[in-house]
């Protein structure tokens, strides 16, 4: 795995935007954590796989942003894009409840992958506030920079884009709101979609329809967010 702070494998735009954080005192010392973490214990995802979203989604072609909390932890699941999971690979709880909302929504058929790579690959920022987890242990690198390193993420964007649709799904995500300056962009609002609190306000949400109405209203492409 590379996080280092002289080189980190991040998409070259990103890289820009982020540089005063990767040579900030706390990313050095994340780096440190997850170098030493990779030894002892399984990390997921893997090292390559860590700015798949960033990778994917250059800074200037963000249109939407989803926001998850931290990656999956069983075998095979987590590739650095929040919700997704690689093709043939089943789909966990809440993105079996966003293929749901998408086909209640917009008509969609349930998709045999659940790989949301066509999407990031659209603009569609989907990242983590935490990049990586040990195996088997949700939040197990919570509280170590990587939610600094995400809330700059965030402030970035909504400093130096317009008009982006910010899509905070459940507590964790909305209380991210306070990073987003509500008069340049669009944020909705939903539950989160895991078995939990989908019934209390994700189902019926109808963000896909509305960010594509919204990126239409602006004269930009939908997303096509049909998926095989």
Not at 42 to 60: D, E, K, V
Not at 89 to 116: A, M
Request: with cysteine.
């Amino acid at each position: 795995m590379n996080t280092s702070t002289t080189n980190p494998q991040i998409e070259e735009s990103w890289k820009e935007i982020l540089h005063e954080e990767f040579d900030s005192s706390y990313f050095q010392d994340l780096s440190r954590f997850i170098r030493e973490e990779v030894k002892r214990f399984t990390i997921y995802p893997p090292g390559p796989q860590i700015f798949s979203a960033f990778n994917l989604t250059p800074f200037n072609r963000v249109k939407v942003v989803i926001l998850g909390q931290d990656p999956y932890h069983g075998p095979g699941q987590a590739h650095g894009l929040c919700f997704s999971v690689p093709a043939g690979i089943q789909h966990p709880p809440s993105l079996v409840n966003i293929f749901k909302e998408l086909q209640q929504d917009l008509g969609l058929p349930v998709p045999l992958s659940g790989d949301l790579s066509r999407w990031a690959q659209q603009g569609v920022l989907l990242i983590n506030a935490i990049l990586t987890v040990r195996a088997n242990e949700p939040t197990s690198h919570q509280n170590k920079g990587w939610e600094k390193f995400t809330d700059a993420v965030i402030r970035n964007l909504s400093e130096k884009r317009k008009n982006l649709v910010f899509l905070l799904w459940g507590n964790y995500a909305r209380a991210k709101e306070q990073l987003i300056d509500g008069n340049n962009h669009f944020i909705l609002k939903a539950a989160h979609p895991s078995p939990l609190s989908a019934s209390r306000g994700f189902s019926g949400c109808r963000h896909f329809s509305q960010t594509n109405r919204i990126l239409n209203d602006l004269g930009l492409n939908g997303i096509d967010w049909e998926l095989k």
